[in-house]
């Protein structure tokens, strides 16, 4: 039934119906013709003015650009011709020399503290140690052999030589690095 002709209006016999459309279809078909009905659409494009076309503004800025770039060249030319014909001589040196208007005070300032760190320098050496290594050394060694003494068993001769070089290792860097914790302990320890 969907394959069947479907006429727009009611009809007794619907083949007869088919064929008179058909028929109706192909008669105004042949009226308009393929010849006489030509397609009326403009699909040219829009019409472009000179105005707009040519821009003065832009071609006068261009040549502006233009009589720059051509002055430019030129002088670039004649800069160039002037160094082929002077045989390549160039004056390239900068005799100025830089001066300065505090040097006088900035050497003696320096100098100055030239002679304060030397000042301190020579303070700093001949000053002694206020540290009591070697009797620190010997109470160390006073300790140790009154732990020896009370142990079970006795240390090796290995390990109580390793343990007097770490002793004498340690004590040194204890001397130099740390005086303020030897001042705090002194001042602790001292007998009052």
């Known amino acids: 039934m969907h394959r069947s002709y479907h006429p ?3 009809v007794t016999n619907r083949y007869l119906k088919q ?3 058909q028929k109706n279809y192909e008669n105004h078909r042949w009226k308009v013709g393929e010849n006489t009905a030509l397609p009326a659409v403009d699909t040219k494009g829009c019409r472009t003015y000179t105005h707009v076309m040519l821009k003065p503004k ?3 800025l261009q040549e502006e650009r233009m009589s720059v770039i051509d002055r430019d060249n030129r002088l670039l030319a004649s800069k160039l011709a002037s160094i082929v014909h002077s045989k390549g001589l160039v004056d390239h040196r900068n005799q100025y020399q830089p001066r300065s208007l505090n040097a006088q005070k900035r050497n003696h300032e320096l100098l ?3 002679q304060q760190n030397h000042g301190i320098y020579q303070r700093i050496t001949a000053r002694q ?3 009591r290594r070697r009797v620190w050394l010997n109470e160390w060694e006073k300790s140790e052999r009154r732990l020896d003494n009370i142990s079970r068993f ?3 001769l290995e390990e109580k030589h390793v343990s007097l070089t770490l002793k004498l290792q340690y004590i040194s860097l204890f001397c130099v690095f740390w005086p303020k914790i030897h001042n705090h302990f002194s001042a602790l320890f001292s007998p009052v």
Do not use: H
Request: hydrophobic share 30%.
């Open 8 to 10: 727009l209006q009611p």
């Open 19 to 21: 064929q008179w459309d």
């Open 58 to 60: 832009k071609l006068q």
């Open 112 to 114: 100055l503290i030239g």
């Open 129 to 131: 140690s206020e540290y």
């Open 154 to 156: 006795p240390k090796r």
